[in-house]
T-cell receptor, first 111, second 114 residues
Framework: SQQGEEDPQALSIQEGENATMNCSYK?????LQWYRQNSGRGLVHLIL?????REKHSGRLRVTLDTSKKSSSLLITASRAADTASYFC???????????FGSGTRLLVRP | DTEVTQTPKHLVMGMTNKKSLKCEQH?????MYWYKQKAKKPPELMFV???????INESVPSRFSPECPNSSLLNLHLHALQPEDSALYLC?????????????FGQGTRLTVV
């Protein structure tokens, strides 16, 4: 069963704009991870934020985590057409290597 | 070598066939996963192997049978599948050196059951 939900389900923006995606999860976690998937192929890991962290940056990516609200957000700044993909959050559960994915956001960046 | 390799890339099989999907990694990762993904849906966890032992089975039908012959290899044996089993099957591995490690995914096998 899915761990959580993401919103929006789809997002269309102009190149250069920022894109924000939100993720909610249901149970306690070790960490929250974000992945990108192009055209229904393999997933690529983007960033991991631990349960005791509140914010993390990697290049144009900024991730926040609010464990009290069981939610996370991914911000992509200065988007590029090449950022067009599906983005998924994934919750890593306590005491196991279980990794459960949220419903995903399909991002379209228009040139 | 930082890759997870899945073969075949595409597979078409009849409902009475028996086939196997293969996944290989040489990163020394000790946790390996099978996921199923339908179009426009998130990956859905099927199985997790930890140190070559099955640790999680997400109530997957017995027509899917996982096998982990060694620490580098993970198979998914398929038998008597249904058309609704058509999907992208993804394999992943995790270093499992701690709880805060990322998963590495293969490119998937696109399975069509006819």
């Amino acid at each position: 069963s899915q761990q959580g939900e993401e919103d929006p389900q789809a997002l269309s923006i102009q190149e250069g704009e920022n894109a924000t995606m939100n993720c909610s999860y249901k149970t306690s976690i070790n960490n929250l991870q974000w992945y990108r998937q192009n055209s229904g192929r393999g997933l690529v890991h983007l960033i991991l934020i631990r349960s005791n962290e509140r914010e993390k940056h990697s290049g144009r990516l900024r991730v926040t985590l609010d464990t009290s609200k069981k939610s996370s957000s991914l911000l992509i700044t200065a988007s590029r057409a090449a950022d067009t993909a599906s983005y998924f959050c994934a919750a890593s559960m306590d005491s196991s290597y279980k990794l459960i994915f949220g419903s995903g956001t399909r991002l379209l960046v228009r040139p | 070598d930082t890759e997870v390799t899945q073969t075949p890339k595409h597979l078409v099989m009849g409902m009475t066939n028996k086939k196997s999907l293969k996944c290989e990694q040489h990163m020394g990762h000790r946790a390996m996963y099978w996921y199923k993904q339908k179009a426009k849906k998130p990956p859905e966890l099927m199985f997790v192997y930890s140190y070559e032992k099955l640790s999680i089975n997400e109530s997957v039908p017995s027509r899917f049978s996982p096998e982990c012959p060694n620490s580098s290899l993970l198979n998914l044996h398929l038998h008597a599948l249904q058309p609704e089993d058509s999907a992208l099957y993804l394999c992943a591995s995790n270093p499992s050196t701690g709880r805060n490690t990322e998963a590495f995914f293969g490119q998937g096998t696109r399975l069509t059951v006819v």
